[in-house]
């Protein structure tokens, strides 16, 4: 590890841990501690990665993951931030957005070819000819992204957290700690939040050469300790801020939602780049990331470094620079020197010569283009700009720039802050309005001494006290900054050659933005979205204050004119599996799941139900073994579980009264021991659910509704019972009843054994309702056709369903009778042209376009949804929901569902039910067509491939027993 330093006190890594590990082939040696980044540069290695859209070599930057110069991907897990991503002994990391890796990427091609990119140019290219957008779209697609998702693997599960607070404190920097102490001493339960794995904030690499900062920071860490009132969460971001200050915190493990009463933002600032040419090159890092090699990581930037200081903060890089060992060839100061105090002394001394009012016009790039040699400087004139008629070359391996900060302003604006731009430091700060219970300190506040910030953490601290009523007295004022500001107001210099970059996520350079606004584009949210600066991967923590330097100066407004764009969640990328937990989703199983199981059948998944999809017979594939479940219903019998139904009990004297309501047919008439078919509508007239009503007395009727959709429909039904005030009782009994259905031409002989109930026609007619026994269990039998055949539902309860389950099995044992599963019963359903609410229906339709409009009761004064449908009914359909019929078409040429129906080149419906093989010998669909598409007869064509139709006519449905013999049996 060719640029490692001694041992440092406070450095984060643990030399005793040696870790070997893998990049692009090659096999390195860090420590426990280190991150891949810092490993890399310890080890000699420049060159990290390569830029999103002209393939330019980069390297370390900001170290603090507020670029994404590093990105890599283990093989399993990809776009791995390597500023923050620890090294895992024996992986293999590998660089993301490359061709061929990252020296011999062949897509760097694209920086030759840059000119022809600019900014915008895919707003403008590739629409003609038209034909060849196809191609270019193909191209685009490959180009685009930073990583390739691994189908195959499968992340470990990531639970939730909860977590509530009185202050919840961002940044464990001077200003964050004090402000957690004050308020933890005044009472309050706070919780510190750091995305660092160590305490400290810049008092960890800004201030280790200073004592008394050092015994500070002891004395902070050591009282936050003891306070028992305050949590520490090390290695957090706080992702988002929502509505009543409902905060989402991420760690590598969870998320957590933590509801605070208050919140202090003292997360500091995001150091900024200066805009030069060749300004991403490797070796060109912020003064910062210099800093944190130094003194977190004990690592050499470099060997001979040229310092850009545009404030006092570059002396002091400066400085640690000299005591690591590294050759400071000059400082390249931006400002007067009479700005500057006495803040250069200490570097005179040292013989370390300073240019003031100079820049940095260019970076001299290495031969292999991978590296900086030189510096280019410049005398600066009054207005700021560069005087190039004479410049002098600095030799260097290393550029550190220090010229400026922007707030880490996220938390503060998502929680509903504002900020303005002070003169005073440069920067934007804090706005007074702030709304109740948010506060700031420190670096967000333009405090930049660490004495002062300590005493803005303190104030904040006890303002938040103050608001939740634990403090009294004077409270302090807010601290202000003194001396020369903190941050230039204009570190950009122009340059022929464009490159100089702004926005190094999205290889935007200042010419870029020229010639945008040149178009029109003079808004800030325009510009942004024009250019797409600060809209990469690290959203714009280090473009968005030079971009709004930038459009000032153009529009010639001031900065506060101009405005700002707005920050929202997530700051840091947060990982899918997080926000989707741990996965967890109720799995139900009926009371016959064990014996589906012995019987070989395989399981699907039916909203929270796991069902039989089909039972798996010897050797037969798939289609043949629900052919062949379906084929034994229409000849003899079969038994279907459909537990599953959503069982509902409407019981008091308005019962009848609710459901004529909630449905739009009539029961009031219903005689107990009748079946009815009911059919609900939202208010817009939109189908929501069916199922059967089953009065069972005057004032009891039993309904069943869809599987996936009883629970939300029993909540509406709960909603509206409240709203109407009527005497009813509702009671979802569905995992109280086990339901099964016995259907087929000896669907009566196999029952007619094991029931007290008398099954003949006369005696139970179709759409009837008996109670009875069944093998001796209390059953109520419902006679039913979903499937066309002549059928039973048999409803008991769920403890004794697998008694009266095996019974029926024995039973038909005479007729071969055999489960049945989810995908035949939909098969037989869809000959019969029954619907499936949710598969042949959608968010929008309504009963006149799935041909259901006779369920609609006549001159009904009211039920939810009948307004509506009364305007429906007197507009012309769009739509309607027909039957089709294939034929001279093998399986392969037929459509899956959803395909579109096409007419005239135009999109003229969907197939919203598909079967290829149906007991009638031809493949069957339901579909959505124009109704002037919509006779019998009339030949569509549907494609199922891009340029591929293939044609079916629209047929009557039912397809099969078009007179319902089939169901009356005698």
Aim: glycine content about 10%.
């Amino acid at each position: 590890m060719s640029r490692r330093l001694p041992p440092r006190e406070g450095e984060w890594i643990d030399r005793q841990t040696p870790v070997e590990f893998w990049f692009e082939g090659t096999r390195y040696q860090g420590f426990a501690g280190d991150v891949l980044s810092s490993a890399l540069w310890a080890n000699g290695v420049k060159l990290l990665g390569r830029s999103f859209k002209y393939h330019r070599p980069r390297g370390v930057y900001s170290l603090m993951n507020h670029d994404i110069n590093v990105m890599v991907t283990d093989g399993t897990t990809f776009n791995q931030r390597g500023d923050t991503l620890a090294i895992r002994p024996g992986t293999r990391y590998t660089a993301v957005n490359t061709v061929g890796g990252v020296k011999r990427d062949r897509l760097k091609i694209m920086d030759r070819l840059s000119r022809f990119f600019p900014v915008g140019f895919y707003y403008k290219a590739f629409h003609t000819p038209r034909w060849l957008f196809p191609f270019y779209e193909n191209q685009m697609r490959k180009a685009a992204g930073l990583g390739k998702i691994d189908p195959r693997h499968r992340s470990a599960p990531s639970p939730k957290d909860y977590a509530f607070c009185d202050l919840l404190v961002v940044g464990t920097g001077p200003a964050g700690l004090a402000g957690a102490i004050a308020a933890a001493e005044q009472g309050l339960k706070v919780i510190l939040v750091d995305e660092q794995p160590h305490a400290g904030g810049s008092f960890n690499w800004q201030w280790t050469g200073d004592t008394a900062a050092m015994q500070k920071r002891a004395e902070l860490l050591q009282r936050v300790e003891e306070l028992e009132n305050i949590e520490v969460r090390l290695q957090t971001q706080v992702a988002g801020c929502y509505g009543d200050y409902w905060i989402a915190l991420v760690d590598s493990e969870r998320l957590t939602k933590v509801r605070t009463r208050s919140l202090l933002v003292a997360a500091g600032c995001f150091e900024q780049p200066a805009v030069f040419q060749n300004n991403d090159l490797p070796g060109v890092m912020l003064g910062s990331a210099a800093q944190r090699l130094i003194q977190l990581y004990a690592v050499q930037p470099c060997k001979r470094a040229v310092v850009l200081a545009g404030n006092s903060d570059g002396y002091r890089v400066a400085t640690d620079l000299q005591q690591a060992g590294v050759e400071v060839a000059a400082v390249i100061d931006l400002r007067v020197e009479e700005s500057t105090g006495n803040e250069g002394d200490a570097l005179k001394a040292l013989g370390i010569p300073i240019h003031y009012q100079h820049t940095i016009y260019e970076a001299e790039p290495t031969s292999d283009k991978c590296g900086v040699q030189a510096a280019v400087v410049a005398q600066l004139d009054p207005e700021n700009q560069p005087q190039t008629a004479s410049t002098e070359r600095i030799e260097c391996d290393s550029i550190v720039v220090s010229v400026g900060w922007s707030p880490n302003a996220s938390a503060y604006y998502q929680a509903g802050g504002r900020f303005v731009y002070a003169e005073h430091v440069e920067q934007l700060i804090p706005k007074a309005d702030a709304p109740a219970g948010l506060y700031a300190a420190g670096r967000l506040n333009g405090v930049y001494d660490w004495i002062e910030q300590l005493a803005d953490g303190t104030r904040a601290g006890l303002e938040a006290a103050a608001g939740l009523g634990h403090a009294d007295g004077a409270l302090p004022a807010i601290a202000k900054h003194a001396g020369s500001p903190p941050s230039h107001p204009w570190p950009i210099v122009a340059h022929p050659g464009k490159k100089n970059f702004v926005d190094l996520d999205e290889d935007l350079h200042l010419a870029d933005f020229k010639n945008a606004h040149q178009e029109g584009f003079d808004n800030i949210e325009l510009m942004k979205r024009y250019t797409t600066v600060g809209m990469g991967p690290s959203q714009g923590k280090l473009s968005n204050m030079n971009a709004v330097r930038i459009l000032a100066k153009l529009n010639e407004s001031s900065i506060n004119e101009t405005g700002t764009t707005t920050a929202r969640p997530f700051y840091q990328p947060v990982p899918l599996k997080h926000l989707a937990g741990r996965r967890f989703h109720p799995q139900r199983r009926t009371p016959l799941n064990d014996w589906h199981e012995r019987a070989q059948a395989v399981m699907m998944h039916a909203g929270a139900w796991l069902r039989p999809e089909y039972y798996q017979v010897g050797g037969k594939n798939r289609e043949a073994c629900i052919f062949a479940e379906a084929t034994q219903v229409r000849m003899q019998v079969g038994i279907i579980d459909v537990s599953t139904l959503g069982k509902l009990e409407v019981c008091g004297p308005e019962s009848a009264e609710f459901l004529e309501r909630i449905y739009t047919g009539r029961f009031q008439k219903q005689e107990p021991g009748r079946l009815r078919y009911g059919l609900a509508c939202d208010e817009s007239g939109v189908i929501i659910e069916d199922g059967v009503i089953a009065r069972l007395d005057a004032e009891r009727f039993y309904v069943t509704a869809t599987s996936s959709g009883v629970a939300a429909f029993y909540r509406e039904l709960q909603r509206w019972a409240l709203i109407w005030n009527l005497n009813v009782t509702l009671v979802n009994a569905t995992g109280q009843y086990a339901a099964m259905n016995i259907a087929g031409p000896e669907s009566r002989s196999v029952l007619q054994k094991l029931t007290d109930v008398d099954l003949s026609p006369e005696a139970f007619p179709y759409l009837g309702l008996r109670e009875g026994t069944v093998v001796g269990v209390p059953a109520r039998l419902m006679r039913v056709g979903f499937v066309g055949e002549l059928g039973y539902e048999i409803h008991v309860p769920a403890s004794q369903g697998l008694q009266a389950w095996t019974a029926l099995m024995q039973a038909g044992q005479e007729y071969e009778i055999q489960p049945f599963g989810v995908e035949a019963q939909r098969l037989l359903r869809l000959e019969k042209g029954h619907l499936i609410v949710g598969q042949d229906t959608d968010a929008l339709t309504n009963p006149f376009e799935a041909n259901v409009s006779w369920a609609i009761g006549k001159q009904k004064p009211f039920f939810v949804g009948g307004r509506s449908l009364e305007i429906a009914a007197r507009k012309p359909l769009t739509r309607k929901l027909v039957g089709l019929v294939f034929s001279d078409q093998g399986p392969s040429l037929l459509p899956e569902e959803c395909q579109l129906i096409i007419q005239d080149g135009e999109i003229a419906g969907r197939i919203t039910s598909m079967t290829k093989h149906s007991t009638l010998g031809k493949p069957l669909a339901l579909a959505f067509v124009r109704p002037d598409l919509a006779a019998p007869g009339t030949r569509v064509s549907i494609r199922i491939a891009p340029g591929q139709l293939i044609h079916a006519e629209v047929s009557t449905t039912p397809f099969y027993d078009p007179e319902n013999q089939r169901q009356d049996l005698a």
